[in-house]
T-cell receptor
Framework: ETGVTQSPTHLIKTRGQQVTLRCSSQ?????VSWYQQALGQGPQFIFQ???????GRGNFPPRFSGLQFPNYSSELNVNALELDDSALYLC?????????????FGSGTRLTVV | RKEVEQDPGPFNVPEGATVAFNCTYSNSASQSFFWYRQDCRKEPKLLMS???SGNEDGRFTAQLNRASQYISLLIRDSKLSDSATYLC????????????FGGGTRVLVKP
């Protein structure tokens, strides 16, 4: 059983650019969540996708958008990058949206905006 | 006020000692509770779920107090490898299925 995989592992972008981060969920998992973790802070919920539809969103502006594909993999897109977007972006997958267990995270994408 | 609050530490712990710390949460409707461990520049990893009856996993004991809305973690016989940041996490209720993280408590176990 493969775990959650994210790509790329590291990325450097310039302010104002756009970025796409990718996540392959664990085999059989149909729910994907994205989190942003700034240095020294806990992860913050961006949004969750369940069976290709957005199922909850945190306090992030519309320039943060996402997709989930039929194979349950997912993308996080960020437009008009700002310096404060520099963070570790984490993807987590789970089997059902309501299950009572913690999620498994991928190793993350570390984004630096300069 | 943050939804989940933790003492950031660091807690400097002699090897072999016991350390305990907790977190508080504001959403009384939260349904599920967890401790995650995060090593430097790595992803968070689930350490254990937390139940009102208390639960133990080896040297780790977690406890939930719903009335006071706090969650505790106790580590016995600390190992050097226990050095990490411990994240308190709540889920469910009015917050839906998202995980809400505290800022983490840093633990440093020293020889």
């Amino acid at each position: 059983e493969t775990g959650v995989t994210q790509s790329p592992t590291h990325l450097i972008k310039t302010r104002g650019q756009q970025v796409t981060l990718r996540c392959s969920s664990q085999s059989g998992h149909n729910t994907v969540s994205w989190y942003q973790q700034a240095l020294g802070q806990g992860p913050q919920f961006i949004f969750q996708y369940y069976r290709e539809e957005e199922n909850g969103r945190g306090n992030f502006p519309p320039r943060f958008s996402g997709l989930q594909f039929p194979n349950y993999s997912s993308e996080l897109n960020v437009n008009a990058l700002e310096l404060d977007d520099s963070a570790l972006y984490l993807c987590a997958s789970s089997l059902e949206r309501g299950q009572d267990y913690g999620y498994t995270f991928g190793s993350g994408t570390r984004l630096t905006v300069v | 006020r943050k939804e989940v609050e933790q003492d950031p530490g660091p807690f400097n712990v002699p090897e072999g000692a016991t350390v305990a710390f907790n977190c508080t949460y504001s959403n009384s409707a939260s349904q599920s509770f967890f401790w995650y461990r995060q090593d430097c520049r790595k992803e968070p990893k689930l350490l254990m779920s937390v139940y009102s009856s208390g639960n133990e996993d080896g040297r780790f004991t977690a406890q939930l107090n719903r009335a006071s809305q706090y969650i505790s973690l106790l580590i016995r016989d600390s190992k050097l490898s226990d050095s990490a940041t411990y994240l308190c996490v709540v889920k469910g209720g009015t917050a839906g299925n998202k995980l809400t993280f505290g800022g983490g408590t840093r633990v440093l176990v020293k020889p």
